[in-house]
């Protein structure tokens, strides 16, 4: 087991390896680029002054959606505002689009359980370690995404989400 200590060097890695992750989540929870981009730069901000060692980069890299995801939850709760989708920047397929819009559009615990499962491909305990739950609540939130996106989307199978 490899520990991360705090520093320099700890950062670098992160930032290197973990920004567009960060950015990615930041994005699909706020649907806005500008505030993804603060965020972005808030959760690096806080692993700079973390002095909190790592087991390894998983754990780090969990760490870091975590916070992503806490400081989304804060800010759309401290804005009190409909969150606008023109500034989520379009995919070149129209299918692709619908798809993250139906993602986007669901309850903030089956939108981040479906996200991080299928598009950063972390499996369902591991979800609920990053979320703070139980696997079984998250094998919920899986299932009951997935069965608001296929009547959202008429009938698509898993392989699609």
Request: proline share 2%; with cysteine.
């Amino acid at each position: 087991m490899t520990v991360i200590q705090h520093g320099g060097d700890a950062f670098r890695l992160a930032f290197e390896q973990y920004t567009d992750t960060v950015y990615r989540v930041a994005v699909h929870n706020t649907r806005s680029k500008s505030d993804a981009e603060d965020i972005t730069q808030e959760t690096f901000l806080r692993l700079l002054q973390c002095r909190k060692a790592f087991r390894d980069t998983e754990h780090l890299k969990a760490w870091l959606i975590r916070v992503t995801i806490n400081l989304c939850r804060n800010h759309l709760r401290d804005t009190m505002r409909e969150i606008p989708t023109e500034d989520v920047p379009a995919s070149q397929d129209a299918q692709t689009d619908s798809v993250l819009d139906a993602v986007r559009a669901l309850p903030e615990n089956q939108r981040n359980a479906i996200y991080l499962h299928y598009y950063e491909g972390y499996t369902a305990s591991e979800i609920a370690s990053i979320l703070g739950s139980r696997t079984n609540t998250v094998l919920s939130h899986l299932r009951r995404g997935r069965e608001t996106l296929r009547e959202a989307l008429g009938g698509l199978d898993d392989e699609t989400i």
